[in-house]
Structures are given as C-alpha cells and as structure tokens.
C-alpha cells in the first residue's frame, strides 16, 4: 500500500534508522468522528491514509454512553459501537489504522514529518490533525469512580437522560452557562456550582442563566466529593473553602457536569501551527487548510464553539476533500 522505502537526505540516514521512516501520502493524526471520517473520503479518494489512533482510540465519544443526536441512529447508539463503525467503514476503503501516539511533529519543510510513540518516523505529503480537546476535570477520584454512572463534562451529549431529574453544572464561564441553560430545558433543578462570586461568562449569558428559574447559581462553593451507590446521588460541596465562615453543603443530584473548559490537543503542533490564545489550531474559515500548506486540522482540536460529534465528521469531511485537492494541484 506503501510506496518503499526512500531516504535521500543524507542527514536523515545519519539520525534515524531507515527501518523506522515510512512515507505516506495522507497521514490522519487522531480517531474521533473526525479522524474516521477523514479517513473515509481520503481512503475512497485513493489517498492511501494512514492514521494513528492516539491515546483514547474513538475520542471523547468512547466516554459517553448513549449517543442519540448523530444522525442515522434512530435508536440511539453508545460512544464505542459508533466510533467501532465509524472505523469499520475508514477499514473497509483501506484505511490503514494503526495504535500510537504522535510525539513530535516538524512542519518546516515540504514533507511534514511526524514522530510515533518517539520512534517511528512518518513523513507525509498531507496531514490531517484530528486530535480532539481533553474536557477539563476536577481531579476528584469521584469523577473516575462514577465516570458513566452521572459524571458527564457533555450536557449536550449525555443531558437527555437527566430529563425531569436534578443535576449540577461546574463552573462559571460560558460554557457552564450555555450547559445550564440547556440542562435547565429538560431537568427539574440545576445547580451551577461557582468557586467565585462572578460568573467568567459573556454579560448576555449570565443574565440568562441568573433569570432562568430553575436554576440556582451556589456562588463561592466548591466540590470535595460525590455520592451514591454506584451512580451519582449527590455532591458534597465546601462554600466559602479555607476561609474561617468555610461551611459543608450537601446537594441531592443524579448528573454532575463538569464545564470548566478543554485542552485542544495541539501541544506538539505550536512551534509550527497558528493557534488562539487557548491552544484551538487557527483554520482558514470554510476550510481546514491551517497556515502550514499540506497541513489540515478538523474537529474539536480547532473549533471552541461546537464540539459536535456530527460537526467533528463535517469537518473531517472538509480536511479529507482539501488534502485531495491540495495533493492534485500540487502534482498537476
Ligand atoms: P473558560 O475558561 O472561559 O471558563 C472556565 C470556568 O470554569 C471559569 O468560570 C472558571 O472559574 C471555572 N473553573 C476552572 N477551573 C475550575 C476548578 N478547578 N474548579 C471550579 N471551577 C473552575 O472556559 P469555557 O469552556 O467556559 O469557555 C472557553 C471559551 O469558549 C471562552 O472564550 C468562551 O467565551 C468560549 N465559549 C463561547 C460560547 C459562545 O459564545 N456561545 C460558548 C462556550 C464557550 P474562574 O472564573 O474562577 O476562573
């Protein structure tokens, strides 16, 4: 599927192994919804992909249970059966999916050189960056003990089951605040639990979040723990912690939803690739094409706003169509 084996640097030869170089065409980075469906068309396009699946093979959506907002799911689907067949379908046009990690990354040449796991080197003629963003958590062993059992950093996604029931959201920013809105549609209470006595939220969110019923902002509290048996019956949270009036305060809840932010993971990227203050890989809008020609980033690895499993595929889509595009114009 490959094309041999073929160093011409000379200081290559020197510095790696040639059993450890491989040259590919389209080398797919990360195995989310937009991963795999990059794969897809780049696959069907006879780009001959090559994708490296990542720490958390499926991405984020391994994590949630049911999935019921992807299209074509009448009947819902969970996390792991979707990005299962989500990869079957990038296997069965040839996609070479392969474990590992990528460790390093140089951009500054023509061919894109990408390290795996620190030893095996791909350069490639396109890369699709794929890498997704890591929900921000508390640190709690809670969240790990009753991660899938009311532990969610996605109201989006997991937020439905949580319909006329009392959950808390954490955190005090716009996410937070768009997460307690939407939680406030479909549950009896929601809590927004605030470590400050500001929200970071846009004026306009907070306005709505404050006059929004049935939600109660617990301002200055922090979470120490959660409870239940076996799932998440409530929290134990500190208000005013390591002050001298610091008090326990106990809530009944069935879903606790962290929104304290993500990570995108763009760290081995930054040397090379425009980013926003956050770390989000700068993209041309309406493309996936980055700063660095031959260079295309999709999913939550650059998109702050959406984070959508159904957006994460669109997205792949684009970066899969504008590396072909990019590869015909280049070899014309
Ligand atoms: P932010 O970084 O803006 O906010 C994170 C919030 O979580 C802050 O309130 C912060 O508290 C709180 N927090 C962080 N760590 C902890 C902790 N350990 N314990 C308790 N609370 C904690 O992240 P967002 O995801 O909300 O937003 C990211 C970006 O995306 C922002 O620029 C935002 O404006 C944007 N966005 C825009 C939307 C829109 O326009 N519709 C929707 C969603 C996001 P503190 O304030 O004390 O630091």
């Given at each position: 599927?490959?094309?041999?084996?073929?160093?011409?640097?000379?200081?290559?030869?020197?510095?790696?192994?040639?059993?450890?170089?491989?040259?590919?065409?389209?080398?797919?980075?990360?195995?989310?919804?937009?991963?795999?469906?990059?794969?897809?068309?780049?696959?069907?396009?006879?780009?001959?992909?090559?994708?490296?699946?990542?720490?958390?093979?499926?991405?984020?959506?391994?994590?949630?249970?049911?999935?019921?907002?992807?299209?074509?799911?009448?009947?819902?689907?969970?996390?792991?059966?979707?990005?299962?067949?989500?990869?079957?379908?990038?296997?069965?046009?040839?996609?070479?999916?392969?474990?590992?990690?990528?460790?390093?990354?140089?951009?500054?040449?023509?061919?894109?050189?990408?390290?795996?796991?620190?030893?095996?080197?791909?350069?490639?003629?396109?890369?699709?960056?794929?890498?997704?963003?890591?929900?921000?958590?508390?640190?709690?062993?809670?969240?790990?003990?009753?991660?899938?059992?009311?532990?969610?950093?996605?109201a989006?996604?997991?937020?439905?089951?949580?319909?006329?029931?009392?959950?808390?959201?954490?955190?005090?920013?716009d996410t937070a605040a768009e997460e307690a809105m939407y939680?406030?549609?479909?549950?009896?209470?929601?809590?927004?639990?605030?470590?400050?006595?500001?929200?970071?939220a846009?004026?306009?969110m907070?306005?709505?979040?404050?006059?929004?019923?049935?939600?109660?902002?617990?301002?200055?509290?922090?979470?120490?723990?959660?409870?239940?048996?076996?799932?998440?019956?409530?929290?134990?949270?500190?208000?005013?912690?390591?002050?001298?009036?610091?008090?326990?305060?106990?809530?009944?809840?069935?879903?606790?939803?962290?929104a304290?932010?993500?990570?995108?993971?763009?760290?081995?990227?930054?040397?090379?690739?425009?980013?926003?203050?956050?770390?989000?890989?700068?993209?041309?809008?309406?493309?996936?094409?980055?700063?660095?020609?031959?260079?295309?980033?999709?999913?939550?690895?650059?998109?702050?706003?959406?984070?959508?499993?159904?957006?994460?595929?669109?997205?792949?889509?684009?970066?899969?169509?504008?590396?072909?595009?990019?590869?015909?114009?280049?070899?014309?």
């Open positions: 599927m490959f094309k041999s084996l073929d160093i011409n640097d000379d200081q290559e030869k020197q510095s790696v192994e040639p059993t450890d170089v491989e040259k590919v065409k389209c080398l797919i980075i990360g195995s989310g919804p937009a991963g795999y469906t990059a794969a897809i068309y780049a696959a069907r396009a006879n780009l001959n992909p090559v994708m490296y699946e990542g720490l958390q093979p499926g991405g984020q959506l391994t994590t949630t249970t049911e999935v019921e907002n992807y299209p074509g799911y009448p009947e819902g689907v969970t996390g792991p059966i979707m990005m299962e067949d989500l990869k079957k379908q990038a296997q069965r046009f040839g996609t070479d999916v392969r474990w590992g990690m990528a460790t390093k990354a140089d951009f500054s040449n023509n061919v894109h050189k990408v390290w795996i796991d620190n030893k095996t080197l791909i350069e490639a003629e396109t890369v699709i960056i794929a890498t997704g963003a890591t929900a921000k958590y508390l640190g709690l062993e809670d969240e790990q003990k009753y991660a899938g059992g009311g532990v969610s950093a996605c989006t996604c997991d937020g439905f089951f949580y319909k006329g029931k009392d959950v808390a959201v954490v955190g005090g920013g939680l406030a549609g479909l549950c009896k209470k929601v809590y927004l639990i605030v470590r400050r006595d500001v929200l970071r846009s004026k306009v907070a306005d709505r979040v404050m006059k929004t019923p049935n939600i109660e902002i617990l301002w200055k509290h922090q979470t120490k723990g959660l409870f239940g048996d076996g799932v998440v019956e409530g929290a134990n949270l500190a208000k005013n912690l390591g002050e001298e009036n610091e008090e326990e305060v106990k809530i009944k809840i069935d879903g606790f939803f962290l304290i932010g993500h990570t995108p993971n763009s760290e081995i990227f930054k040397d090379y690739l425009e980013t926003d203050d956050v770390g989000y890989i700068n993209t041309v809008p309406g493309t996936s094409k980055t700063n660095v020609p031959g260079v295309f980033a999709c999913g939550d690895v650059q998109d702050s706003h959406y984070r959508q499993a159904v957006t994460a595929a669109g997205s792949g889509c684009m970066a899969a169509i504008d590396a072909e595009r990019y590869l015909s114009e280049k070899n014309a």
